[in-house]
């Protein structure tokens, strides 16, 4: 019998257990991480086969990439914006363009840290990574794609970036996501008439801003690489008004992927974080997207706005 998502869990325990189970039965599986720290992954800290270099981002990739090379299956976890930006060379030249299986998982995406300010900001990381040619992106939106993710990634093959966020993110466990398909209605009404695209912490609060509407769709993307696009293109061209509703910045994020797909014939209503680095702390997430124009509120009243 299988064992069912614990809805009260935090999204990162539901897939670090999963991360440590696998480690556990697998002796090809290294975790490495930059000094970050996990819950779920306390317990096997000791074990041989887990390594924290430190903060020393290059290194740490240049080790996974090593590991990779003589067969095993490593796995770095720690901040998005430091895991990209601090040493995209290393990730651009010794994992990608050798094509190694490893696994990065990025945890901090959008604002999830904001009182940290703009260093820990990941609002550029996901396009970012989506420049090297050989990674594949997932953006992990809920408890139930962290727990599908997790359980699946030894199976995920090649340089893979995972965003990861924070909190119990429990709004949609009967959805069935499919990892080849890449994306996936979380609410789908009769009417064609506007569309929510959006992806990863963006997507609780689309499902709060459309709450009480009939007539607004919202597609999850998690996928960036080899996804669907020939089904995906067939689903947006149907409705006459499109949103793109995301925690990164216009040129950093999910935008310039989905501008790119071929036989798209619509043109998208944007709101995103702004492109420049946002000089602001605040004690909530909450907050800060209030400050910029991004909150489920505000999207409510651009969606309602006659």
Same mark, same amino acid.
Request: net charge negative.
């Given at each position: 019998m299988k064992k069912k998502i614990n809805i009260n869990s935090d999204v990162r325990d539901i897939f670090f257990s999963n991360v440590r189970k696998?480690?556990?039965n697998n002796k090809k599986n290294y975790i490495l991480t930059n000094d970050a720290d996990v819950f779920e992954l306390k317990k096997i800290q000791n074990n041989k086969r887990f390594y924290n270099i430190g903060v020393a981002e290059q290194n740490l990739v240049n080790i996974a990439a090593g590991l990779s090379k003589f067969g095993n299956l490593p796995i770095i976890?720690?901040?998005? *914006?430091f895991l990209t930006f601090r040493c995209y060379e290393q990730l651009r030249f010794n994992i990608g363009s050798h094509n190694l299986n490893v696994k990065i998982v990025g945890i901090g995406p959008g604002f999830s840290f904001s009182n940290d300010g703009p260093t820990h900001h990941g609002t550029e990381d996901l396009y970012l990574t989506y420049l090297i040619p050989e990674f594949e992106i997932f953006n992990i939106s809920d408890n139930n794609l962290a727990n599908l993710v997790s359980k699946k990634i030894n199976q995920i093959k090649g340089p893979t970036y995972i965003r990861l966020d924070k909190g119990i993110l429990n709004y949609n466990l009967k959805i069935k996501y499919n990892l080849n398909k890449g994306y996936e209605y979380i609410k789908k009404k009769k009417k064609k008439s506007k569309l929510i695209i959006t992806s990863g912490y963006f997507c609780r609060l689309a499902l709060e801003a459309?709450?009480?509407?009939?007539?607004? *769709?919202i597609i999850n993307i998690f996928r960036f690489k080899n996804f669907d696009k020939k089904r995906f293109v067939k689903d947006i061209n149907k409705y006459s008004k499109i949103y793109i509703y995301d925690e990164s910045s216009k040129?950093?994020?999910?935008?310039p992927i989905i501008s790119q797909i071929k036989n798209l014939k619509k043109e998208f209503e944007l709101i995103t974080v702004p492109n420049e680095q946002i000089f602001l702390y605040y004690k909530s997430r909450e907050e800060m997207l209030k400050k910029l124009g991004l909150s489920s509120e505000y999207l409510r009243k651009k969606l309602t706005k006659k």
């Open positions: 696998l480690f556990l976890f720690g901040f998005c *914006s459309t709450e009480s509407l009939d007539d607004t *769709s040129n950093g994020g999910i935008f």
